[in-house]
């Protein structure tokens, strides 16, 4: 069974950063693509990065710059740092295993974590 806990959400100010974790299990985490998505209220699920198991990475275009995606095959976790975060950033994050890499995007697989909050004050 596929489990993927996210972590590190919370309460940040504009322009302020926070690390996103997200741990994975009942996969072979080192060779699977990860990828993290957000959705805001009223808004559909979007991509934010995704990574391959060699490391190349894709971003949206709204966070290039500000937002870098990494793994750590021995703890089986993908990270999301973002910094210098603004309003329009706040949303759930969620983690997502198994994409697929396709022409520089990500797209996702089939298994995906509960999400954390992410909230931005200004």
């Known amino acids: 069974q596929v489990q993927l806990v996210e972590s590190g959400g919370g309460l940040v100010q504009a322009g302020g950063s926070l690390r996103l974790s997200c741990a994975a299990s009942?996969?072979?985490?080192?060779?699977?693509?990860m990828g993290w998505y957000r959705q805001a209220p009223g808004n559909q699920r979007e991509l934010v990065a995704g990574?391959?198991?060699?490391?190349?990475?894709n971003y949206a275009d709204s966070v290039k710059g500000r937002f870098t995606i990494s793994r750590d095959n021995a703890k089986n976790t993908v990270y999301l740092q973002m910094n210098s975060l603004k309003p329009e950033d706040a949303a759930v994050y969620y983690c997502?295993?198994?994409?697929?890499?396709?022409?520089?995007?990500?797209?996702?697989?089939?298994?995906w974590g509960q999400g954390t909050q992410v909230t931005v004050s200004s």
């Open positions: 990574i391959t198991s060699g490391g190349s990475t």
């Open positions: 997502n295993a198994d994409g697929r890499m396709w022409h520089s995007r990500y797209y996702p697989g089939n298994y």
């Open positions: 009942g996969i072979i985490f080192s060779i699977a693509a």
